[in-house]
């Protein structure tokens, strides 16, 4: 499987990936978006000539999709010539590029990454070309947030994920879901009772990407943007103990390849998983694969939150046309691009417009993650987060384990995660 977001830390955590829907094979490319318009601000002022280098970690069906759009732009101007530089590591050999004064125009890669980049001046902002109100117009919400760091504009998103439900259709039928996370604990115990050596419903109930849901729906934060571990809260406390009352139901060890791997064997209804996984389980038609957002939070009445991991092409410093950067970075983010290239690869879009679509809707794996992306939360851009991953992980597992209770790992790990935070601020 490709992979196209590699940004998680933990260990038990898949990387963040590039994911082709087989149902899609059959579907025609529309033709790219070149009739729509390309977004810019006074599109008079562009100096339509010159080169951009975009450096990125496409590869196989996906390069060619996004080529396609590229081509489309190079066609609406010849004068302009775009070049598709892959590279592995790009943070890490971006800022050394850069730096010398040789580095690329865009760079293509997660929004976890932008902070650091950004205060290390190896990209830099766009609120000249590119305004908050036209991100929030254009994009869904946490993808839009996720291109805006310390107040600035940093470039435009361009593909999204994040876990949702996915549920084996020949076990469980769509109004049996469960709607709240109530009714998820009680449908967990009542799947179990009823298929002895089953489970209603699997997750990763030690990895700290894929509990965020619990904590964010229920109010809590692993950290905000000025550097502030929140794991101390009494909301972050009640997230933690639900996440403990599923023990008695679930394995003992529930990393993600157990827990994948009776989701894919039939033995559990559901998963909570990405877009990276769907693949693996429809392929063949060995499931058939139903998808809902996640439950809402019985003591808030708000949706579990999870993470939007969201795929970016952000200015670098190195940039020698600023005004074209932008109008390309719109154009190839508009409604009917960011449909052709779904299409293509199966991404779910980050413009909401084509979210929406008929096109995308249509797709039945894409309009589920889709919908979920519209609850869920930009994954934190600030590199304080890169102090909480760990931190929260480690907490997680001595609850699981049953070594500490919930209020005690979670103020190690809040201690912890502000260590962390104090040697990345000096």
Known sequence: MKKIFASRASGSRPLLAM????????????????????GSNNSSSIDFSGTIVIWHGWQGTYLQAKQAIFNEYMRLHPKVKIVL?????????????????NGPDIIAFTDDNLGSLALGHVVVPLDQYISQDYLNQTYTPAAASALVFNGHVYGVPEAVEAVTLMYNKSLISADQ?????????????????????????????????????WFYG?????????GKAHLDTS?????MEYIAS????????????????????????????GPWSYADYSSGGKINIGFATLPIVTATGTPAKPFVGVKSLWMAKTAKNPALVADLMKFYTNKANQITMSRADGEIPANSAAADDPAIQQ?????????????GVALPNTPYMSALWTPVQNALTAVWNGT??????????QAAATKGIAQISS
């Open 363 to 375: 797709l039945p794996a894409v309009a589920g993650y889709a919908a979920q992306v519209k609850l």
């Open 218 to 226: 229920f109010g809590a934060q692993y950290v905000t943007p000025d």
């Open 177 to 213: 879901l469960p709607k709240t996370t109530d009714d998820l604990l009680a449908f967990e115990k009542r799947y179990e009772q009823a298929h002895p050596g089953q489970y209603g419903v699997v997750w990763p109930t030690e990895d700290a990407y894929f509990n965020a849901p």
């Open 404 to 413: 500490q209770t919930p209020a005690k790992a979670l103020s190690d790990a």
């Open 19 to 38: 994911f082709l829907f087989s149902l899609m094979l059959a579907l025609l490319l529309p033709a790219c978006g070149g009739a729509e318009n390309s």
């Open 235 to 239: 909301q972050a406390l009640q997230a």
């Open 85 to 101: 530089v892959h590279q592995d590591n790009i943070a890490s050999k971006a800022a050394t590029a850069v730096k010398a004064g």
């Open 246 to 273: 599923f023990r008695p139901y679930l394995p003992k060890q529930p990393t993600y390849d157990v827990v994948s791997s009776l989701f894919a064997e039939g033995k559990a209804a559901i998963i909570i998983n």
